[in-house]
Nanobody, 122 residues
Framework: QVQVVESGGGLVQAGGSLRLSCTAS???????AGWFRQAPGQEREFVAA????????SYADSVKGRFTISRDNAKNPVYLQMNSLKPEDTAVYYC????????????????WGQGTQVTVSS
């Protein structure tokens, strides 16, 4: 059984920063990972993805240059460093694991965390 847990969300003013962490337990090794977010009344959207070894990353256009996804290796936590936050970044952020890197839709991921709330005030 694989469990995925996110942490690091909170309330921050516009222009501020937060770092989200994602840890996985169980047989969740050698997997790619991704971050998604869902704002109230909106569909879940892709934010960023990273390969199992951390050598490849991809980002949604809306966060390029502001967010950085990282991991040291396939077994360490996955991080999402979020800088220059905007009110429109407010959402529940989810970490997900996939057997394949680069999946841009939620259907491409096998395991999901419960999510962590990020609120950016103007």
């Amino acid at each position: 059984q694989v469990q995925v847990v996110e942490s690091g969300g909170g309330l921050v003013q516009a222009g501020g920063s937060l770092r989200l962490s994602c840890t996985a337990s169980g047989r969740a090794f050698n997997t790619a990972a991704g971050w998604f977010r869902q704002a109230p009344g909106q569909e879940r959207e892709f934010v960023a993805a990273i390969s199992w070894g951390g050598g490849s990353t991809s980002y949604a256009d809306s966060v390029k240059g502001r967010f950085t996804i990282s991991r040291d290796n396939a077994k360490n936590p996955v991080y999402l460093q979020m800088n220059s936050l905007k009110p429109e970044d407010t959402a529940v952020y989810y970490c997900a694991l996939s057997s394949y890197y680069g999946r841009l839709t939620s259907g491409g991921y096998d395991y999901w965390g419960q999510g962590t709330q990020v609120t950016v005030s103007s």
